[in-house]
């Protein structure tokens, strides 16, 4: 098993694994401040996040990763501030994670909002090959090699609201490739981080009584990588508890996931949620499929008139 720790730091400092650099999770439409710092402050209220992802059970070394992040309007309902921690593990390797968000709307009307956002972030890459077998078929000058380097970067996007009904968003959390590896010779590029781009879109529609239903899509755009959909649907239940699938573009032929999703709003200020992913490429051969626990609470009451604001903002 150690072999394939081995293989997958591998791969990840190599670069193979471009659309994974970036955190990945299935409940994006509760967790938007990770991948568009415009989305700080939009809720209106203080608000925490908590989510934990255990990706493709029973294959050794695969990837587990726990965020934690707060965003809150600052001074005036038209500014807000976020904070973003996460760790993700993959292999041998760990990547520490830190963000600092800053947003501004630059309409704040009734009907619309549309927020800028900017943040500085910060992370930590670390490989620890003295860990991996050494009969493993690899280079065996691994085994004492090492990786423990910090990096920062910059990014920014937009965030739009429209009669509280519809979200639509734009963002590249992360500007600037900065070089990351390992090989001791400084002319040569092992790996680069890679640019992601993602685009987001949501809406509340209203099927019935105490009915609504929740469509959300985000997509994922990464050079000399697979262009990744998530798209998925909610039926929300006298705003209590939510239910629905979603499906994730990528792979091979029928595509990379599909997952089941629920969230229960507990009370006003607190509500958990839960998914389970279905692999659909070659790793269902060796995974039964991946999983994500996400606690959300606002520290303040939200204001009356938001329509849905656990799920929409």
């Known amino acids: ?67 934690l992040s707060f965003n ?22 760990r990547d520490f994670y830190g963000a600092l968000a800053y947003s501004y709307d630059l309409i704040a009307k009734e009907e ?16 620890d090959f003295a860990k991996a077998d050494p009969n493993s078929p690899f280079d ?26 519809f979200y639509v968003g734009f963002s590249v959390p992360h500007i600037y490739s900065n070089v990351i590896g390992i090989n001791p010779d400084v002319d040569v590029e092992t790996a680069k981080e890679a640019m992601h781009m993602y685009g987001m879109a949501g809406a509340i529609l209203p099927i019935g009584d105490d009915l609504n239903l929740l469509p959300a899509v985000l997509t994922k755009y990464v050079k000399n990588a697979p262009f990744d959909v998530d798209v998925n649907v909610n039926l929300e239940i006298k705003e209590t508890v939510t239910a629905g699938v ?29 998914a389970y992913d279905f692999p659909l490429t070659e790793v269902r051969d060796f995974s039964s499929g991946s999983i994500e626990a996400l606690v959300q609470i606002d520290l303040k009451k939200a204001r009356k008139r938001m329509s849905n604001p656990r799920f929409f903002l």
Request: glycine share 16%; charged share 10%.
């Open 1 to 67: 098993m150690k072999r394939i720790l081995l293989f997958l730091s591998i791969v990840c400092v190599m670069g193979g694994l471009q659309a994974q650099q970036e955190h990945q999770y299935t409940q994006f439409m509760y967790n938007k401040l990770l991948i568009n710092p415009a989305y700080a402050g939009a809720r209106g209220v203080p608000s925490l996040t908590g989510i934990y992802r255990n990706q493709w059970i029973g294959f050794d070394g695969a990837p587990k990763s726990g965020l």
């Open 72 to 93: 809150t309007p600052f001074i005036t309902p038209r500014v807000g501030m976020g904070v973003t921690i996460s760790l993700e593990e993959i292999g041998l390797s």
């Open 112 to 127: 619309v909002s549309l927020r800028f956002g900017i943040q500085g972030s910060i992370r930590n890459y670390s490989f």
């Open 140 to 165: 065996n000058s691994l085994d004492n090699m090492g990786m423990n380097d910090i990096y920062g970067n910059v990014g920014a996007g937009l965030y739009a609201t429209i009669v509280e009904q």
């Open 246 to 274: 979603s499906y994730r573009v990528g792979g091979e032929g029928s595509g990379e996931s599909v997952s089941l999703l629920a969230y229960w709003q507990i009370g006003p200020q607190f509500g958990v949620g839960a």
